[in-house]
């Protein structure tokens, strides 16, 4: 099954445009509330929320003729916060500036060979969340 998505990643002072040629892998969302809680002598629980992060984990499916560009651009958006924006639906799409929750600037990272039998194939594992704090719900991958 032929997947409609591309991930484009938009970087650079002057920007540049990366879109890969191969689809991501089927993303997911992860959700962290952000605050604490503290229980009382008597029991009562007192929670506080200071926000919501709304992480899109990815899997992008990499050329290894587009690795050094794909590398730039993960080295921008790690070194940049919210200055790396991507889109799910290729280069004619909505972007939305990131920050990275993985890798994180103190984290070694890298690509992995893909399990497709292609041996130019890789994958690369990133976390990211919106700099809106907006959703991703309305990314759906498996339309109906």
């Known amino acids: 099954m ?4 591309t991930l484009s990643l938009r970087y650079g002072p002057s920007p540049t445009t ?13 959700n962290t509330k952000v605050g604490g809680s503290l229980t009382v002598d008597s029991g009562a629980v007192a929670v506080w929320i200071d926000r ?6 990815i899997t992008a499916r990499v050329r290894e003729s ?14 940049h ?7 799910l639906t290729g280069p004619g799409g909505t972007f939305y500036p990131v920050y990275f929750v993985a890798p994180k600037p103190d984290e070694e990272y890298g690509p ?9 194939t890789l994958e690369f594992e990133m976390k990211v ?12 991958f498996y339309a109906e």
């Open 129 to 140: 969340r919106r700099v809106d704090g907006g959703s991703w719900a309305s990314l759906i």
């Open 112 to 120: 992995t060979r893909s399990e497709t039998g292609d041996p130019s």
């Open 81 to 87: 916060p919210g200055q790396l924006s991507i889109s």
């Open 2 to 5: 032929a997947y409609p998505f």
């Open 52 to 57: 919501t992060d709304r992480m899109l984990a």
């Open 66 to 79: 587009e690795w050094a560009q794909f590398e730039a651009a993960i080295d921008f958006g790690v070194e």
């Open 18 to 30: 990366l879109t890969l040629s191969l689809p991501p892998k089927p993303w997911s969302w992860k």
